[in-house]
């Protein structure tokens, strides 16, 4: 059984809803949809591919009152589609309210191969505020919303104390989530670093850009530490950042808005460290080919 099926046996009802061709300028995106839509190579491969072939997988939508509608799946397929200048779309249209969407809008999405951290987290906490709205306990220091939030999707693990982590990033302000988003600061220190109040969060910002550094774990225990004293302030987050880290090494900067223009729009830094790597391992050879040539 594929995602769209497990999406739809989620939303079956005594209704069998029969696909229509729905205009595109109906259609709206589902409000605090955390799966991001990007104009990125993916995207111009799906709009090529439904120029061709057309949609083959119908959106899953809600009707709203006013006689338009809201996408439960499909955000990327609509984009495609007026990318595409396509003025109707096929649809299945399912008549359940908001949070019940909100749900199967998080199950048929963290199937994904590629999924960012700040994806998830807001992903993971829709879902949880849905739940919460339905009535259902979402207590995350309890086994129960893990499972609720990941046994409908199969390629996720993340247990529930795994699921509150990743909710935790929904208070870091954009600029510092974004880095998370990079692969520049990682899971772990990312949570420390939620607890910093937002003030403290651009702080910390302006002085990770203007030394080039993100706080290892450590750094980001004692930043939260000093931020719950009520003691931190910009001279200790300067402080602390410029602490020498554990097997410090001599190391070569590149700036990734110097670099970005190189790879796709949706690659992290470790995609596009690892091409870097290989590059350079491509380069290794060609002047030892021509060493031997000699």
């Known amino acids: 059984m594929n995602n769209i099926d497990m999406l739809l046996d989620q939303l079956i009802t005594k209704e069998t809803p029969t696909i229509v061709q729905i205009s595109t300028a109906k259609l709206h995106p589902f409000p605090a949809h955390p799966f991001k839509v990007q104009d990125d190579e993916d995207m111009e491969q799906l709009t090529q591919s439904i120029q061709m072939q057309g949609v083959l997988t119908p959106l899953v939508i809600r009707p709203l009152e006013n006689g338009e509608y809201e996408v439960i799946s499909g955000h990327r397929r609509l984009h495609a589609c ?22 199967a809008l998080v199950d048929s999405n963290l199937h994904r191969e590629r999924i960012l951290p700040s994806e998830k987290a807001f992903a993971y906490k829709l879902k949880m505020d849905a739940l919460s709205k339905q009535g ?9 919303v893990g499972p609720k939030l990941t046994a409908a999707t199969l390629s996720s693990e993340d247990s529930a104390s795994q699921v509150k982590r990743y909710i935790r990033l929904t208070n870091l302000i954009p600029g510092i989530l974004e880095k998370v988003d990079e692969g520049r600061i990682s899971l772990t220190p990312a949570v420390e670093l939620s607890y910093l109040k ?44 410029r602490q020498p880290k554990a097997n410090q090494q001599e190391k070569i900067v590149l700036k990734v808005n110097d670099i970005r223009r190189y790879f796709p729009q949706n690659y992290t830094t470790i995609q596009m460290t690892n091409d870097i790597m290989k590059g350079l391992e491509l380069l290794r050879k060609q002047r030892a080919r021509s060493k031997d040539a000699r």
């Open 82 to 103: 007026r990318k595409a200048g396509i003025q109707t779309v096929p649809a299945l249209v399912y008549a359940i309210d908001r949070d019940a969407a909100a749900i």
């Open 136 to 144: 259902k306990r979402t207590d995350l220091t309890s086994d129960q």
């Open 198 to 241: 937002e003030a403290e969060q651009k702080d910390l910002l302006e002085t990770m850009e203007s030394e080039d550094c993100t706080p290892s774990l450590t750094q980001s225990i004692q930043l939260k530490q000093a931020s719950l004293q009520k003691t931190l302030n910009m001279d200790m987050i300067f402080a602390i950042l």
